[in-house]
């Protein structure tokens, strides 16, 4: 059973932004660490940014500078606000949660669940 929900993807000119939640069926997550990877067609599914609930952030070289990853309590989401968008961005983006080691935080293999994905197209 899916329980996590992304939103917030769409098509943005490069240098634009974009914000995308991830929502744990409106329930607070029950995972000790939230993350975003993405998959291009043809590619192979990437990490992208984590936050564990003790506040600590993890992001790939490829995002740093540019993405933030965030926790809304009042909201209960977790956000990705993706900022000077660039065409290699463009790809399904997919919320996860899980109880990862340090070890395998950046992998898909830390990750228990995951929701259905929201496309994000940056193109001009």
């Known amino acids: 059973q899916v329980h996590l929900v992304e939103s917030g993807g769409g098509s943005v000119e490069p240098g634009g932004s974009l914000t995308l939640s991830c929502v744990d069926s409106g329930r607070t997550f029950s995972g000790e660490a939230t993350a975003w990877f993405r998959q291009a067609p043809n590619k192979e599914r990437e990490f992208v940014a984590a936050?564990?609930?003790?506040?600590?952030?993890y992001y790939a070289d490829s995002v740093k500078g540019r993405f933030t990853i965030s926790r809304d309590n009042a909201r209960k989401t977790v956000n990705l606000q993706m900022n000077s968008l660039k065409v290699e961005d463009t790809a399904t983006y997919y919320c996860?949660?899980?109880?990862?080691?340090?070890?395998?935080?950046?992998?898909?293999?830390?990750?228990?669940?995951w929701g259905q994905g929201t496309q994000v197209t940056v193109s001009s």
């Open positions: 996860a949660e899980g109880h990862p080691s340090l070890g395998i935080i950046r992998t898909s293999r830390g990750y228990r669940d």
């Open positions: 936050l564990r609930w003790s506040g600590h952030t």
